[in-house]
């Protein structure tokens, strides 16, 4: 299935019409990248400023569906070891995503074991809130 930004604007409106609040997940520009391949077999994050205003652009036209949003930005690439070209885009990126619009709650969501190193960077910007999973080993 083929997902599209209007559907989910238009999913949104639809739960909102019903009375619902909800909020909006989109996987992150970092993991888009670091997941993407390039034909010309080149280093994706590259095209880091080129995805970046595509997300503004994106952020700016959830910002009008509600006085208040929250969207959920998953960053599932989070868990691994990265590179510091990988690490040094996240400041910028999510200073650049705050600041499209003050009625956007931003949360970015990582899994599992998350990187510490790109947790660090993360409470450095404006983001509104941080998800990330633990665990505990229990020895027997």
């Known amino acids: 299935m083929h997902s599209t930004p209007q559907k989910s604007l238009n999913e949104y409106k639809e739960a ?32 880091f400023a080129t995805i970046l205003p595509i997300y503004e652009a994106l952020l700016s036209e959830i910002a009008k569906l509600d006085d208040e949003i929250t969207v959920q930005i998953d960053e599932p690439i989070f868990v691994k070891d990265l590179e510091p070209k990988v690490l040094s885009l996240i400041k910028p990126c ?6 499209v619009s003050d009625n956007i709650k931003i949360i970015v969501t990582t899994y599992f074991e998350h990187s510490n190193e790109a ?17 505990t080993v229990i020895k027997m």
Do not use: M, Q
Not at 94 to 99: E, F, G, P, S, V
Not at 123 to 133: A, N
């Open 119 to 135: 947790t660090k960077v993360l409470v450095h910007t404006p983001v509104w809130g941080l998800g990330l999973d633990f665990y």
């Open 16 to 47: 909102k019409a019903l009375g619902i609040k909800t909020k909006i997940n989109l996987i992150g520009p970092i993991t888009f990248l670091g997941l993407s391949k390039r034909v010309d077999r080149g280093d994706t994050y590259e095209l």
């Open 94 to 99: 999510y200073d650049t995503l705050c600041k």
